[in-house]
């Protein structure tokens, strides 16, 4: 009753950023209906996508409500997951290597079983395939994502913790004073990246087959996979031109004014950066009826904290008393231990129990052939792997830094940035297939290129985001001494954004690895063209519906990037924390 009272006690003289702020919210709710629609309408057989142009504004709606109800979904993951894997010593390591195995396990893994399961639940609606969409395009969000708020909690200097602990700040006033102002950069740079991820698979998320039976849900993804199938030219210039148009919006609706609002975080003490102009940022600040409610939920905020501020510091200390011991370690009661080994238990039961289901599967359904042929697979996607990296990193470190580092070129370079990058690489596979034809380029080597489109760029997103967040006090002390600039990018920008490098590379990796099932066989009219490699061989038992061989390749995956992440990313990040973290 009190939020009714402020909100109908606000200011009646309405400025023109209030009219607009009215459009725009019946602009939401209108587009929340429509799409509310579409999931609640009765699950169809077939769903007919139409190729008229008129209907490309609507399926732009519907992919754009799908995208970013994942990324809300992410948004959240990321910080629940991340939070516990940067405070947690017990399970940091498991959640670690977790993440890094499911960022690199390919989308087909995920597909069958969440559309089964959903259809399932919703059998009479449309509600099971869109959640299944929104998740599919969740997993292509949410790693990215998941890694850079992990990295920055971790990289966060130690004399914030340390004046966050004299100030007596409780976990959760730390994670919203501290922990998330210090992530802002990074998890907003990163963001725009993730949706770029979830868009490089959105034709596969709007229209799949399982079981023998054709799924499609109205978007932009299942538009373009229909034009492709039919050779419409025409269909697929005005579905890029609609992804297109959708891909500004964000940026100038969300990104660009986040981008912009994050600069307040940056850890120095003073800044000579130019803040960036938005038209989004400029409404909010010149509507009264924003700027009202704010200020009443500032006051009623500070109102609530004077009158509990009493009891909390007379309660603070005799709370962390009886809930934590000297060593900052919860208490063990006989109860608690006891349920935590039983819960140990189950869990290891349950884990023996699906490796010895998983060593009958893959020793009755899978020859000793067809093992050697996804080793050999899985090395040559290695090897591509590394290739798109090495390519990815000589051009994405130098040129993120010029962007992060200049904020003229930071302010009309980023848009163009998000808007290349968000593009689906997998919409111009066939573009490329033909450049690869007239060059007499083998596939073989041409899917370098093809994992390249996909995941170079969240080594530029996280390079960039680690440039900006360079204090500038320390680039005006090297230019006061008129330090040469060899010395400036050796001793000060590629120390100090080989972190956010060492982000990007993981991340990018794991990109890389969920990309070669696109990358490594492509569809171009009637024919097919197929490298040797791990994802070419997941992606022909996923359509041949081989699914011991299916499961065999993701296990041997999974296994070769475990090993990598424990020999190679995962002392790369020590490294990084170690000696080149601005954290001192």
Not at 113 to 122: D, G, I, M, R
Not at 149 to 178: G, M, N, V
Not at 540 to 555: R, V
């Amino acid at each position: 009753m009190s939020f009714v009272r402020d909100v109908l006690s606000l200011p009646r003289r309405l400025s023109y950023a209030d009219l607009i702020v009215f459009g725009i919210l019946g602009g939401v709710m209108y587009w929340l209906v429509l799409v509310s629609r579409e999931w609640s309408q009765a699950l169809q057989p077939h769903t007919e996508i139409h190729p008229e142009f008129v209907y490309l504004p609507l399926y732009t709606l519907y992919s754009l409500a799908r995208g970013l109800g994942a990324y809300i979904i992410s948004l959240v993951f990321t910080i629940v997951y991340g939070y516990i894997m940067a405070h947690s010593r017990r399970g940091e390591r498991f959640m670690l290597s977790l993440l890094d195995i499911l960022q690199s396990v390919p989308i087909v893994a995920f597909l069958p079983e969440l559309v089964l399961v959903f259809v399932f639940l919703f059998p009479h609606s449309n509600f099971g395939l869109e959640i299944a969409s929104v998740v599919t395009i969740f997993t292509g969000q949410v790693w990215n994502m998941t890694f850079a708020f992990y990295h920055s909690i971790k990289s966060i200097p130690q004399d914030l913790r340390d004046a966050s602990q004299s100030f007596h700040l409780s976990k959760r006033e730390t994670l919203w004073r501290l922990e998330l102002p210090a992530s802002a950069i990074p998890l907003i740079w990163n963001s725009m990246m993730s949706m770029a991820g979830g868009w490089f698979f959105l034709s596969l998320s709007e229209a799949f087959t399982v079981g023998g039976k054709d799924f499609r849900l109205p978007g932009i993804g299942s538009y373009m996979a229909m034009a492709v199938e039919q050779k419409n030219i025409p269909g697929m210039i005005g579905a890029v031109i609609a992804m297109g148009l959708m891909i500004i919006f964000l940026d100038r609706v969300l990104w660009r004014p986040l981008v912009i609002w994050s600069r307040k975080f940056r850890v120095e003490e003073l800044s000579s950066e130019q803040e960036g102009r938005s038209f989004v940022l400029t409404i909010v600040q010149h509507s009264e009826l924003i700027q009202s409610l704010s200020r009443r939920l500032e006051r009623r905020r500070r109102e609530k904290a004077g009158d509990t501020v009493e009891a909390f510091v007379a309660t603070r200390h005799q709370v962390e008393h009886d809930a934590f011991d000297i060593a900052g370690e919860r208490k063990e009661t006989p109860l608690r231990k006891a349920i935590g080994v039983a819960v140990l238990s189950i869990i290891l039961l349950l884990l023996a129990y699906g490796v010895f289901r998983l060593y009958l599967v893959f020793t009755r359904d899978v020859t000793g052939a067809e093992w050697l042929t996804i080793l050999g697979d899985s090395l040559l996607t290695l090897l591509r792997v590394f290739a798109a990296l090495l390519i990815g990193a000589a051009w994405a470190v130098p040129v993120g830094i010029a962007i992060g580092m200049n904020p003229r070129w930071s302010h009309r370079l980023q848009p163009v940035v998000q808007f290349i990058s968000s593009f689906p690489a997998p919409m111009f596979f066939p573009l490329f297939i033909f450049l690869f034809q007239a060059w007499g380029i083998s596939i073989e080597y041409g899917s370098i290129v093809l994992m390249l489109l996909g995941t170079q760029w969240y080594l530029l997103f996280n390079v960039i985001a680690g440039a900006s967040a360079v204090p500038t006090d320390l680039q005006e002390m090297f230019r006061s001494y008129r330090i040469p600039r060899a010395s400036l990018w050796k001793k000060l920008l590629l120390p100090a954004v080989f972190p956010s490098v060492v982000t990007g590379a993981i991340t990018a990796a794991g990109g890389a690895w969920n990309a070669s099932i696109v990358a490594e066989i492509v569809a171009s009219g009637t024919q097919t063209y197929s490298a040797h490699g791990i994802g070419a061989l997941l992606m022909s038992a996923f359509s041949d519906g081989h699914y011991a061989l299916l499961g065999a390749g993701i296990f041997t995956m999974c296994l070769m990037v475990f090993s990598l992440n424990k020999f190679v990313w995962r002392k790369l990040f020590a490294l990084a924390q170690d000696r080149f973290a601005l954290n001192v």
